[in-house]
């Protein structure tokens, strides 16, 4: 059974970073596609950034782009997302979310419900 628990959230000023880290039990994250989301409470959950099978191509949300940065460490194991230049609107909780390629190997989803393993989350708060 794969699990997935992530870790690095935190209360943070605006304009500041956070290294948000995921790792897996029961898998390995290079025979998984990945990616990161998050939610407010009441809201539905939001793509962030993701990575292909392969860890070779990612895609980003537009308020993402040149802010997070999402990447994995193969000999870690483990799935990180990079964020910088935090703002109150960030505050939310973010997930980890892993899929099997399907055979897809460059294919990258921005749709949470094709992901079919999730970590609990990990608070992010972002003070003004």
């Known amino acids: 059974q794969v699990h997935l628990v992530e870790s690095g959230g935190g209360l943070m000023q605006a304009g500041g970073s956070l290294s948000l880290s995921c790792a897996i039990s029961?898998?390995?994250?290079?025979?998984?596609?990945t990616a990161w989301f998050r939610q407010v409470h009441g809201q539905e959950r939001e793509f962030l950034a993701a990575?292909?099978?392969?860890?070779?191509?990612?895609s980003y949300a537009d308020f993402a782009k040149g802010r997070f940065i999402i990447y994995r460490d193969i000999r870690q194991n483990a799935l990180f997302l990079q964020m910088n230049g935090l703002q109150p609107e960030d505050t939310a909780v973010y997930y980890c979310?892993?899929?099997?390629?399907?055979?897809?190997?460059?294919?990258?989803?921005?749709?949470?419900?094709?992901?079919?393993?999730w970590g609990r989350g990990t608070q992010v708060t972002v003070s003004s």
């Open positions: 979310a892993a899929r099997h390629s399907r055979g897809r190997y460059y294919y990258i989803s921005t749709n949470f419900t094709e992901y079919e393993y």
């Open positions: 029961g898998g390995a994250f290079e025979n998984y596609a």
């Open positions: 990575l292909s099978f392969v860890g070779s191509t990612s």
